[in-house]
């Protein structure tokens, strides 16, 4: 309570309003798979294009995994799907990379291996395993102009150096020099006429010595570093240009160590420097090599001292200031387990499905390609006891979290009888089963002639959120142009569907002048009540939306005005629902009530602190089948 101890005007704010509900996400998505590359378990990344896929996970590119004896390359399908989804209508996705490794031990990702040998070779790794980590990495060397010069009287002085910056000290041939400096790299320590130079060789000294100034030129040493990863489109991506010296603001060691100080680097920088040197001097000695001395020499070299070679040395080409290294070793792994998928919680980190237990928005799941015919697991029934597995545990994800649902992919090469028998191993009412497989051009096919078969998930996906944006959640998604489709693995006509359907199998289908659609929206619930996909994810809609919205009403005095207000509140937020086309009936006393009073709740709930209000809607159901009744009229019949 406000105290009123000295007479004045008092002013409050007071609230006369009921507390609004804002409807929650439902088109965020959440995919789970192996990549060609990207980081394994924790947090999964947030994309809101392909490009982002694209630079974090690796790209379009096959995956080799380790099968006995050799590698067998696999479409991949977690980064199709997220094509196809963005293609249709999504825009918000999660992803979460699952990896297993060759062997049971852990391996380093990629070791690093020179391309012409080198100092630096097991000093350079990649960020994360895989095959895409077999990345080409080019340090190229910038010189500067000199930057010696000499004041009115003759002393030497530096312009443009800073103290941590890594200089190439030049001496000019001549008559022999009292106390001469050496050509090679050297470290700048101090600051404005206090710069002092020195080396593993030579100890620190002061500008001064550079006398004459005629017979030295000093150069500031940068270095650029870009990355060419594999892959058919792969395109050199300049990364930055560094300092060498380790306590450097822009120091290359501190931008490609081990440990990223922000998530952004450590997503984006795909590789790591081991090096424990202090000095940037000889970092560029293992870094570089001494081989680097010669061409950086002839860069700034005067031309007289160019011409007195013998030969004549020339300047060198711009190829001759780099130095390239081939990371290798990198491997997909293993083909992932089931339990793999289903990931777990450490207490420290978490893989697969449970990454995505803490991420509120998520509202879809899928496991794109998870029931894929692997061919290295098609003996025996391998592959279909993986796929049900799989299948289970994203059911089983989205049961526990309540507010989302499982887009199922069917097994490929399924006939009728065999998508039937796979259906009926689940019953759930958090997930809709889709067949067939949907037919694309390969977009790594350089010809663009080559066809594949992609999981329907990834399209699907696309569809709901796109429905979700342009409709609305309570729209079934369905009799939707599938976008990127060229045709489906099996053309099903109306009898095969009329099979499918009831079963609760969601068909794609090719209709002549309307394209490829998608043409069912059930789930796979035995539940008559929880027959459409469309309230199902509506219903988790309105509970998401009123249990996020109502959270200030917890320790509020449980009395009647508390009831009072979240009446309101409730039915206010349903009466938008209505307008908008979600409910059914011609009044909102038609469409929805709201109970929250001494009727719903007993003294033994009061005394409990239990607030209970009991809500009920007549959501708007699919028009799956619209029937006209026809018969014949006579001229003279009187209506």
């Known amino acids: 309570m406000p105290e009123y101890l000295a007479p004045g005007v008092y002013i409050e704010e007071v609230s006369y309003r009921a507390k609004s509900i804002e409807g929650v996400s439902t088109s965020v998505c959440g995919y789970v798979g192996p990549t060609r590359y990207g980081p394994v378990g924790g947090e999964p990344e947030l994309l809101t294009s392909f490009a982002d896929f694209d630079r974090i996970y690796g790209g379009l590119d096959g995956l080799e995994f380790q099968v006995n004896p050799g590698r067998e390359k696999q479409i991949n399908y977690v980064a199709h799907a997220v094509r196809a989804f963005f293609d249709n209508g999504g825009s918000k996705l999660y992803v979460t990379r699952i990896y297993e490794p060759d062997s049971d031990s852990t391996p380093p990702p990629a070791d690093a291996g020179k391309a012409t040998g080198g100092p630096g070779t097991g000093g350079i790794i990649a960020r994360f395993p895989g095959r895409a980590g077999e990345m080409f990495i080019r340090f190229s060397v910038k010189v500067s102009a000199n930057l010696l010069s000499g004041d009115v009287q003759g002393n030497p002085r530096l312009s443009g150096v800073t103290e941590f910056d890594v200089v190439y000290i030049h001496q000019i041939p001549g008559t022999a020099l009292v106390n001469p400096v050496a050509d090679g790299f050297y470290d700048v320590r101090g600051s404005g006429d206090q710069l002092r130079l020195s080396n593993a060789s030579v100890s620190a000294f002061a500008i001064s010595r550079l006398t004459p100034v005629s017979r030295y030129s000093v150069h500031l040493i940068t270095v650029s570093v870009s990355v060419l990863r594999p892959g058919q489109f792969s395109v050199e991506e300049l990364i930055g240009v560094f300092s060498l010296d380790p306590q450097s603001l822009t ?119 998870c029931s894929g015919q692997l061919n290295a697991l098609r003996s025996g029934n391998g592959n279909d006891a993986r796929a049900s597995q799989i299948t289970q545990s994203l059911l089983t994800h989205c049961e526990r979290m309540r507010y989302r649902v499982a887009v199922l992919d069917s097994p490929d090469n399924f006939v009728l009888s065999d998508v039937r028998n796979f259906r009926g191993k689940f019953d759930s009412k958090y997930g809709a089963l889709y067949y067939p497989w949907v037919t694309v051009l390969d977009p790594t096919d350089r010809d663009g002639r080559r066809e594949i078969e992609l999981p329907p998930s990834g399209f699907v996906t696309g569809i709901y959120a796109r429905t979700d944006v342009e409709r609305g959640v309570f729209k079934a998604p369905a009799n939707e142009v599938v976008r990127g489709a060229i045709g489906f693995e099996l053309l099903l006509n109306k009898a095969q569907q009329d099979i499918l359907n009831p079963d609760g199998v969601n068909c794609f289908r090719f209709f002549v002048g309307r394209g490829f659609r998608l043409w069912g929206a059930r789930t796979i619930s035995s539940d008559p009540e929880w027959k459409y996909i469309s309230v199902r994810r509506y219903f988790a809609y309105l509970e998401h939306s009123i249990d996020k919205g109502t959270q200030w009403a917890v320790f509020e005095n449980n009395s009647d005005p508390l009831w009072a207000n979240i009446r309101r509140t409730v039915e206010d937020f349903l009466f938008n629902e209505w307008k908008n086309g979600a409910l059914i009936g011609l009044k909102p006393e038609e469409a929805f009530f709201v109970r929250c009073d001494r009727t719903t709740m007993t003294q033994n709930d009061l005394d409990n602190g239990r607030l209970i209000c009991m809500v009920g809607v007549a959501v708007v159901k699919p028009a799956e089948f619209v029937i006209f009744r026809i018969g014949q009229w006579t001229a003279d019949r009187k209506v």
């Not at 998530?263 to 424990?276: E, K």
């Not at 449970?354 to 509202?363: L, P």
């Open 251 to 369: 120091a290359v060691t501190d931008y490609f160590k081990s440990v990223p100080d922000s998530r952004n680097r450590f997503l984006h920088v795909p590789f790591a420097l081991r090096n424990s040197s202090s000095t940037g001097s000889a970092l560029a000695t293992w870094l570089l090599g001494t081989g680097i001395v010669d061409p950086i020499h002839r860069t700034v070299a005067p031309d007289t001292e160019l011409a007195a070679g013998s030969p004549h040395m020339p300047r060198p080409l711009a190829s001759e200031l780099d130095v390239t290294y081939t990371l290798t070793n990198g491997s997909d792994g293993r083909i992932p387990a089931a339990n793999t998928f289903q990931g777990s919680d450490t207490g420290l980190e978490k893989t697969g499905l449970e990454t995505f237990a803490d991420i509120d928005e998520i509202s879809i799941v899928a496991a794109p390609g």
